[in-house]
């Protein structure tokens, strides 16, 4: 009997491949999901010394679940006629496998009993004459579905420790203009039903606060988020949903605000100025919508976090692409706006998730959408979304190199910044110069672009007016990091000495605040930065002293990206390593003669 080895987020055999042989499990967990009109369902695990994948060996037909490993996994593979053949010869074989058969079915009906229990009962009228689009069939192949082709899993990051992946906590906030508090609890409800993650009420002070009332939307929301945030790192959670029902009774506003588990943006994260409208008392006509727009919010804190996204999102993206195809009727423009760009974001989340599926791209078209849906009076939310934009085009041209998506991220950036003051949102203002930075650099990389290098550098020293090391030590040294790369291309172009001579002395700065005990991969990134500074200062002097330290940069790095799984960055090292060892051999230290 062969052993296979798996590691978490693997997939054993998708719905519907040919059944060719069944599994058991030696050690580790596998969650067995079977595709369903509103996303993938869990209807089965099996353990350690238990049989999964038999069904499809008895009754000829194809796998009828997808079979996803939670965790790392290691199988026994019995094929088909080697099963059949036990089967028939051993009755004590045959009377095990009916009762795991028959035990399986009882858990089935179980959990989907459980998905019907607790289900809000919807409220006939009181909706505004709102006509919601019906589910889309699962298996119809839409755009959405062409685009993904299959469900994807990735590697190459550290993965979480256990077989088990830690649900996501969300707290839900009192609803303002609710004084009764009856839209909570339902939302709460509906996060429940999301498999994979745990929702309860929070507080008893409404988000944004009713003393704020009279200020701006913009500043309104952003002193919501900022409470919300504070709840988050209180409650030690991973989603806080906060908003208000309309001055009619009729939608309530949902706003994410998100746990930031990481230092920078990432394309679809939630911002305090877009929002989900969802009818009050809503149904499951719209619970695809809102289950997708939840998984999109949260940011995963580990490798197995994400591969848990990536293999339900997709589902839940597919089960609400009807509000895009066609619009609900019944709704202000800036609800459709609205709903446009949540839909977006969650798609350019799932698109991260799954590289290479074409959904950055789609969130971009669907985001697009949403900045001509919205009204001229809500330009705050137009910028917005600008800036929303300007970080998913950035993430698909980082991704293709194309220049393309370069010139559209920059451009967005430009008409974010333009609608981004800085005496209001600082950070977000010199954040948003620090971005327009990079994209011109690359810009430059791809096509040659002088006029865009020029500017880039314009960018960067807005944003250091204000990102100080003392005041935003992490962005200041991510700030200088990209400065000292544009000063390695200008330096190496014009052969300047001086120039690169500064893009080394930028870099060792960074790293005073870039430590490998605290931020190893941020660490490794700029000692490789390093490295390549001196080894260009090497290259066009002549002189191979500071090989030296390049070689020691850049193996450096190579040792920290292998020890932290980071594999794509580790050949970068690696080649930057050869190429300075050979360099080494020929231009010795002034005074010195090169070896033979």
Same mark, same amino acid.
């Given at each position: ?450 006029? =865009?290098? /020029?500017?880039?550098? $314009? #960018?960067?020293?807005?944003? !250091?007016?204000?990102? @100080? &090391?003392?005041?935003? *030590? ?50 490794? =990134?700029? /000692?490789?930065?390093? $490295? #390549?500074?001196?080894?260009? !200062?090497?290259?066009? @002097? &002549?002189?191979?002293? *500071? ?50």
């Amino acid at each position: 009997m062969k052993t296979r080895k798996f590691r978490d987020g693997d997939i054993v055999y998708r719905e519907g491949e040919t059944s060719d042989s069944a599994y058991i499990v030696q050690s580790g967990r596998v969650e067995l999901f079977k595709d369903s009109g509103t996303g993938p369902m869990l209807i089965a695990t099996a353990g350690p010394d238990e049989l999964f994948g038999e069904t499809g060996l008895l009754d000829g037909r194809s796998r009828d679940a997808t079979a996803y490993c939670a965790g790392d996994v290691v199988l026994k593979v019995l094929p088909r006629r080697e099963f059949l053949r036990r089967i028939e010869n051993d009755p004590a074989t045959a009377m095990k496998v009916m009762a795991k058969l028959a035990q399986r079915l009882r858990e089935t009906d179980e959990r989907a009993a459980m998905g019907m229990a607790g289900l809000p009962v919807p409220v006939d009228g009181g909706q505004g004459g709102l006509i919601v689009p019906p589910p889309p069939d699962p298996r119809r192949q839409t755009l959405l579905t062409r685009l993904f082709g299959r469900w994807r899993s990735s590697g190459g990051e550290p993965r979480e420790s256990g077989s088990a992946v830690r649900p996501f906590r969300v707290l839900v906030a009192p609803f303002g203009n609710d004084p009764q508090d009856t839209q909570r609890p339902h939302v709460v409800a509906w996060v429940e039903q999301l498999e994979g993650f745990t929702a309860k009420p929070h507080g008893s002070k409404v988000l944004p606060a009713e003393s704020d009332a009279l200020l701006q939307p913009g500043e309104r929301f952003r002193r919501a988020a900022a409470t919300a945030r504070r709840w988050l790192a209180e409650g030690h959670a991973d989603l806080v949903l906060w908003g208000e029902v309309d001055s009619e009774g009729r939608m309530i506003q949902v706003h994410f605000t998100a746990a930031p588990w990481a230092e920078d943006d990432k394309p679809g994260l939630p911002q305090p100025l877009l929002w989900l409208p969802l009818p009050c008392y809503f149904d499951e006509g719209w619970a695809p919508l809102f289950h997708a727009a939840v998984m999109g919010a949260v940011e995963p804190r580990g490798e197995g976090q994400a591969q848990f996204l990536s293999l339900r999102l997709p589902g839940w993206m597919e089960a609400a692409r009807g509000f895009i195809d066609q619009p609900v009727d019944g709704l202000y423009q800036i609800e459709t706006a609205q709903i446009f760009a949540i839909y977006g974001m969650a798609a350019a989340v799932t698109g991260g998730l799954n590289p290479g599926t074409g959904l950055q791209e789609y969130g971009a078209e669907v985001l697009r959408s949403a900045i001509e849906w919205t009204p001229g009076e809500n330009a705050d939310v137009w910028y917005a979304l600008q800036r929303q934009l300007g970080l998913v085009y950035q993430a698909i041209a980082e991704r293709t190199n194309s220049p393309d998506y370069f010139h559209a991220a920059a451009e967005a950036y430009r008409q974010a910044i333009y609608g981004t003051e800085r005496g209001v949102e600082p950070e977000i203002w010199a954040s948003l110069h620090n971005r327009l930075g990079v994209v011109l650099f690359r810009l430059d990389m791809a096509e040659g672009n002088p006029d =865009a290098l /020029r500017e880039a550098v $314009g #960018a960067f020293q807005y944003a !250091l007016t204000v990102f @100080t &090391r003392q005041s935003f *030590p992490w962005q200041w040294a991510e700030v200088m990091h990209n400065v000292s790369q544009v000063l390695q291309v200008y330096g190496d172009a014009h052969r300047n000495q001086e120039v690169l001579e500064r893009a080394i002395g930028t870099i060792r700065n960074a790293l005073l605040v870039r430590r490998q005990e605290s931020v190893p991969l941020l660490w490794a =990134a700029s /000692r490789n930065s390093l $490295g #390549a500074a001196l080894f260009l !200062l090497a290259k066009h @002097t &002549r002189d191979g002293a *500071p090989l030296v330290e390049a070689v020691e940069c850049f193996s450096d790095a190579l040792t920290t990206y292998q020890q932290n799984g980071a594999r794509s960055q580790a050949r970068i090292a690696q080649k930057n390593l050869e190429r300075a060892q050979r360099l080494a051999g020929r231009v010795p230290p002034q005074g010195q003669e090169a070896r033979p």
